[in-house]
């Protein structure tokens, strides 16, 4: 069977998912706890923004653009929170503070800087035009606008835009829940003491449970399963009654004792086996009664890679999102020769970094096989070749996409 494309295995998850999923329930959380979850609802501004004219300086408010020279009298005041509420006779101003009402016999604001003060007077050093440093009412937002859409992934930023609207509270999609296991007989569990010859610590379990805490998701670790087919499938049929989703690592390549295919196939059904990519060929999605399956290899890296490349929008999906994350990928210079095999797409591990001229430059993080843990570790970004790209010499031009939180 050819491999598929990684791009196209993406749009196919994608495309299936938004078809066939349901959406979660949804609930109120305070716009400070909203970070990081699935909107509900499109966010509609209830007034607009700034909700009157402010002044954006420090200064004073005069009723009309005024020539350097010219004197005004100080008549009264408008602080924030504080407006001016009496009139103008000729020839008067008021003082005016940041973020303070221009008030209706105003029409322009000059900043302190370009006056002299005295006796209750201001002389201009510099001329002011109409209409200057005033925020006018409703120039960012207008009531009634729709200012963030449902489905949307809240950031940090949005927390400012809502509070600013005068919101509260907003409708977000509830955690949905994903069961995470290991299989594998030679795995023993983080914590214990030094595994046998044979044994080896289950590292992907942890790095999977860490890397859904990011995730709107509720997180039920369901240890490791024994490499046997009857294990396998009780366990799976259990997991695939209570969660939305089930991610499994290991058992998913050809050997004697990789039952996870097995078992999703006579439990549901898989659309979709190996990609042509390295590392992380083998990778299953399919669907157990009413959850998702989500099967990464054993090989340490080749899930890790995996959950970038496939489970993280899948993931967001199934919380509700409709606008997914796009990685950030950008060209660098090879600052060493690069060896590609042929016919998958390669995601090294890779570092970049800036040289002084500003160019970013990459370069392999030491041996690319799929077990080596040390390397992703200091790692800062993926390097990312093509299928049909051939071996490339030091200098090529490449696409490399950062970590996560390695340009903290
Ligand atoms: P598998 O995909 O089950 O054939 O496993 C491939 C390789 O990954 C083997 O060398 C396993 O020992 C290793 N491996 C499998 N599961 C884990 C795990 N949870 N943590 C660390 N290594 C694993
Ligand atoms: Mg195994």
Redesign the pocket.
């Known amino acids: 069977m050819p491999l598929t494309p990684v791009a196209e295995l993406q749009k196919q998850m994608r495309e299936r998912i938004a078809r066939c999923r349901r959406l979660p329930e949804s609930e109120t959380v305070a716009v400070a706890r909203a970070v990081g979850r699935v909107l509900a609802q499109d966010v509609l501004a209830p007034a607009c923004l700034p909700h009157a004219d402010l002044s954006a300086m420090d200064g004073y408010a005069l009723p009309e653009a005024a020539a350097a020279g010219s004197v005004w009298k100080v008549a009264g005041e408008s602080a924030a929170g504080h407006p001016f509420t009496g009139s103008l006779n000729e020839g008067e101003c008021i003082r005016i503070m940041t973020g303070a009402v221009v008030p209706p016999c105003c029409r322009t604001v000059l900043v302190q800087e370009h006056t002299e003060y005295a006796d209750g007077c201001i002389t201009l050093t510099h001329g002011v035009a109409g209409r200057a440093n005033i925020r006018y009412r409703g120039e960012e937002i207008a009531a009634g606008s729709r200012v963030l859409n449902k489905g949307r992934i809240v950031r940090e930023a949005d927390v400012l835009l809502l509070a600013a609207l005068g919101l509260g509270e907003v409708a977000v999609y509830r955690k949905i829940k994903v069961a995470v296991l290991?299989?594998?007989d030679?795995?023993c569990e983080v914590g214990t003491p030094a595994p046998s010859e044979g044994c080896?610590?289950?590292?992907?379990?942890p790095m999977l449970m860490a890397r859904l805490a990011q995730f709107p998701i509720e997180i039920v670790d369901l240890k490791q399963v024994p490499d046997n087919l009857e294990d396998v499938l009780h366990v799976l049929d259990d997991a695939a009654q209570n969660h939305d989703a089930v991610i499994t690592?290991?058992?998913?390549?050809v050997?004697d004792y990789?039952y996870m295919r097995e078992a999703v196939i006579r439990l549901g059904a898989i659309h979709h086996y190996q990609v042509a990519m390295k590392p992380g060929k083998p990778f299953v999605f399919g669907q157990m009664l009413q959850a998702w399956y989500f099967g990464l290899?054993?090989?340490?890296i080749s899930g890790f890679v995996g959950f970038d490349v496939f489970l993280k929008n899948a993931l967001w999906q199934l919380c509700g999102a409709e606008e997914l994350p796009e990685p950030l990928r950008f060209t660098a210079t090879l600052a060493c020769d690069v060896r590609k095999s042929g016919g998958r797409t390669e995601f090294q591990r890779a570092l970049i970094r800036m040289d002084e001229a500003g160019n970013w430059l990459a370069e392999p993080c030491g041996a690319q096989d799929s077990?080596r843990i040390y390397g992703i570790s200091r790692a800062n970004a993926y390097l990312i070749l093509p299928a049909d790209s051939p071996s490339l010499p030091a200098g090529s031009r490449v696409t490399v996409q950062p970590f996560d939180g390695a340009f903290l």
């Open positions: 290991s299989t594998g030679e795995l080896i610590y289950d590292s992907n379990r690592s290991g058992g998913v390549s050997g990789d290899p054993g090989n340490p077990h």
